[in-house]
């Protein structure tokens, strides 16, 4: 199973990827994720991302793919993936559909999470995530027990650089115009397309995200 997770920003598409993987197993594959990494380690990728992402503009699509491409190199071809936050353009779904075909792949499933802007807007200036174990909590939906740290792990919480209100603008912009379009690219794509309200608790989603997916309804 190959399962891309669209929609925009604060939708909640890692917090439904992490637990359909926590609990069916499987690749998680966040290239915001891998992106922050980067960042961090102060890589060449890192160093060339960070500018866009400060400013909640898109990676260039040359450089995801290359990251993607790498990290498939190592991924069993019989592990099922989640690919959260990827593809973000039309030129990147249809290079992933390439680097899939080289392994004899294909995307199986597209999930799109849906939310109205006022609700992205409050779970992005909520969220607070964990900088040693990645938890990730919200202020006004999950708060953590104790402010400013993690109840896993007791780690800091921080917020997002890019989870500030002109950034988070941006990038709902950067999502209409460059990412939703791939909607209908995907519905005349050979996967399944589905739509998942993830206006609805955290569980509730779950549920119908692998209702949507033909798996297991416990969660
Ligand atoms: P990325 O990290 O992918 O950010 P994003 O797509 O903007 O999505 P988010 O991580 O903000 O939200 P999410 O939908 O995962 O929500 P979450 O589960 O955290 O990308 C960051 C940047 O990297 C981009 O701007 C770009 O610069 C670059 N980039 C990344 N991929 C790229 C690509 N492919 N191409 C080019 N550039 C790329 O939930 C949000 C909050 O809501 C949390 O606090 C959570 O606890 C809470 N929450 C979740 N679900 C619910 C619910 N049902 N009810 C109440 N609260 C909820």
Redesign the pocket.
């Known amino acids: 199973m190959v399962v891309i997770l669209l929609?925009?920003?604060?939708?909640?598409?890692?917090?439904?990827?992490v637990r359909l993987i926590d609990s069916v197993g499987g690749e998680h594959i966040?290239?915001?994720?891998l992106?922050?990494e980067a960042c961090r380690d102060g890589t060449d990728l890192g160093l060339e991302?960070q500018g866009?992402?400060d400013k909640?503009?898109?990676?260039?699509?040359l450089l995801?793919l290359d990251l993607i491409r790498d990290h498939l190199s190592t991924t069993d071809s019989e592990t099922s993936i989640v690919f959260?936050?990827?593809?973000?353009?039309i030129a990147?779904a249809e290079g992933l559909d390439g680097v899939l075909l080289d392994v004899a792949r294909g995307v199986s499933e597209v999930v799109v999470?849906e939310a109205p802007e006022d609700e992205l807007i409050k779970?992005?200036s909520?969220?607070?995530s964990c900088t040693d174990c990645g938890a990730?909590?919200?202020l006004?939906?999950?708060p953590p027990t104790s402010e400013g740290e993690c109840g896993r792990c007791s780690g800091p919480l921080v917020q997002?650089s890019?989870?500030q209100p002109d950034t988070v603008k941006n990038?709902l912009r950067?999502?209409e115009s460059q990412t939703a379009p791939l909607i209908k690219h995907y519905s005349s794509h050979p996967a399944s397309l589905k739509h998942v309200s993830?206006?609805?608790?955290?569980n509730d989603?779950q549920l119908a995200f692998r209702a949507a997916l033909g798996i297991g309804l416990t969660v």
């Open positions: 929609g925009p920003p604060g939708v909640g598409k890692g917090t439904q990827a966040s290239t915001g994720d992106l922050r991302a866009f992402m909640g503009e898109l990676v260039p699509d995801i959260d936050g990827f593809p973000r353009t990147q999470f779970r992005l909520g969220r607070r990730v909590f919200n006004h939906f999950d997002r890019d989870d990038r950067v999502y993830a206006v609805q608790p955290v989603v």
